[in-house]
């Protein structure tokens, strides 16, 4: 399947109740091709009213990462756990984000990246392991199935508690690192 098609699977979906207070599905942005996935928590207001993920405070923040380490947002991926906003930016519900995972398994089968970074203890439960405690974890890289996995702290915890972002900087610096050394290797 294509990602195009994906997508409007994804934008038609009822399998939970989430499509009826959110107004965009936030599917993902990015380069189809990228080495790099990035995956956050759940779109909040501004990504509901876009479409594209992280474009609001915590996602300017990230931004300013990407660059600092010299990686371009048009040449990674950059997609969520759930695809819809739950109201008032609530955590995701465990039935919500089990109905939504399919399509983000679908998309990193296509988009089939070396690296996925989860931005966040949410992503990093779901995708890493249940026992991934982001405070002890972050930075740390993962091998499974060919693909590295890692995650850093969520642009919004930098928000709430800047004394991370020492840490998150050196993880994005690993990251940008590693990414092309397996580039040297693919
Ligand atoms: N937080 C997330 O986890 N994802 C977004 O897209 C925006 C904020």
């Not at 699977?9 to 091709?33: H, I, M, Q, S, Y």
């Not at 982001?134 to 800047?162: C, M, N, Q, W």
């Amino acid at each position: 399947m294509e990602l195009s098609e994906l997508q409007k699977k994804c934008e038609e979906c009822r399998a939970c109740e989430l499509w009826r207070t959110r107004t965009n599905v936030v599917f993902g942005t990015g380069d189809p091709d990228a080495d790099i996935m990035f995956i956050g928590e759940a779109p909040g207001e501004k990504e509901d009213l876009s479409g594209i993920p992280f474009v609001g405070r915590a996602g300017q923040l990230f931004d300013r990462y990407l660059e600092a380490v010299g990686l371009d947002r048009g040449k990674v991926y950059i997609a969520n756990t759930i695809k819809c906003r739950p109201p008032k930016n609530r955590d995701p519900d465990p039935e919500e984000q089990a109905a939504c995972l399919g399509f983000l398994r679908e998309q990193t089968r296509i988009i089939d990246p070396k690296m996925i970074v989860c931005l966040g203890r949410i992503a990093a439960y779901r995708i890493i392991s249940p026992d991934f405690k982001i405070s002890r974890d972050h930075g740390v890289f993962y091998e499974r199935k060919g693909k590295i996995l890692t995650a850093v702290y969520h642009p919004s915890a930098l928000l709430r508690d800047p004394r991370k972002k020492d840490d998150m900087l050196a993880d994005m610096m690993n990251i940008k690192k590693k990414a092309d050394e397996l580039k040297g290797i693919s």
